[in-house]
C-alpha cells in the first residue's frame, strides 16, 4: 500500500533555516508528481509546494516563493522541501502528499506529518 514518511521538522527561530524529507514506498513514484502541504492550527491545509513526476517543472505557494525549494530523487523515492528564512507564520503541521487520479475520481495519500515551529 501507499506509504508517505516525512521527517525533518523541528524548532527554529525566524530567519532559519529546516530540510523536510518524505521517503514514498508502495507505488510507482516517478510517475506521479508530489506535493507538500501545511497546515496551521485551526486552518485548512494548504498547498505548499508540486513538483511533476521527472522534476522538471515545480510550483509554489505565493507566500514561499523564492525562500522553499522542493525536489525529488527519483532513484531513492524520495521528495524534500527545503525551507529558507522561515518566519512564524511558516509554523504548521506539512505534510507530503500523493495523488491518484482515475476515471472515478482523485485519491489523496498523505504522510503522518512533521511539524514546524517557527519562533524565538
Known amino acids: 500500500q501507499v506509504q508517505l514518511v516525512e521527517s525533518g521538522g523541528g524548532l527554529v527561530q525566524p530567519g532559519g533555516s529546516l530540510r523536510l524529507s518524505c521517503a514514498a514506498s508502495g507505488f510507482a513514484f516517478s510517475r506521479r508528481p508530489m506535493y507538500w502541504y501545511h497546515q496551521a492550527p485551526g486552518k485548512e491545509r494548504d498547498l505548499v509546494a508540486s513538483i511533476t513526476a521527472n522534476g522538471g517543472s515545480t510550483n509554489y505557494a505565493d507566500s514561499v516563493k523564492g525562500r522553499f525549494t522542493i525536489a525529488r530523487d527519483n532513484a531513492k523515492n524520495t521528495v524534500a522541501l527545503q525551507m529558507n528564512n522561515l518566519n512564524p507564520e511558516d509554523t504548521a503541521v506539512y505534510y507530503c502528499?500523493?495523488?491518484?487520479?482515475?476515471?472515478?475520481?482523485?485519491?489523496?495519500?498523505w504522510g503522518q506529518g512533521t511539524q514546524v515551529t517557527v519562533s524565538s
Open positions: 502528499n500523493a495523488k491518484e487520479t482515475t476515471p472515478w475520481g482523485t485519491t489523496d495519500y
